[in-house]
């Protein structure tokens, strides 16, 4: 099969490639590895306090952020968005830019084979991260906001959660060059 990329886009590919092995190889160790101070508690039979592990835990993924590849990505970033980021680079997902009706343009992650319900959850777990960052409302019940609000994809209702996106509605991938689909 030949290849419809240029050469300076397969280089591009390919360094993208080799950094999001090293992500994945750095996220990896940071899961298998244990400080010494970890090692030395456990030999004493006590734990690392959890909310220590946490804040050790913040900051290899903030190290993690840094990376150019994962630079959009928020400071208190979740293990799940930098795998969405990953799966982007890799074009397992795609990015659909949700318009809300006071005009804010949400980008939500899904994967390439997602149904309407899930980008629904994804939707939710979008706001719900959001407001705990922020310090918004603390509960929002999403049975309402469905049977109140739909989505919309060209003036056609996204009523069905079992349908997928991508065959249905054409909602296309978001390449690094490409474009994105909008959604109201």
Known sequence: MESTQSPHQDKELSVKEEKLAEIEINISQMEHEQPEEVEEEEEDEEALPHSEFLDIFQEGLARLVQDPLLCDLPIQVTLEEVNSQVALEYGQAMTVRVCKADGEVMPIVVVQNATVLDLKKAIQRFMELKQQREGGV??????????????????????????????????VLCSAMGSETEMK
Do not use: A, P
């Not at 603390?138 to 003036?155: C, I």
């Open 138 to 171: 603390k509960h929002v019940s999403w049975r309402y906001v469905w049977r109140t609000f739909h989505l919309v994809f060209q003036g056609q209702k996204l009523d069905d959660d079992k349908i997928k996106l991508k065959e249905n509605y054409s909602v």
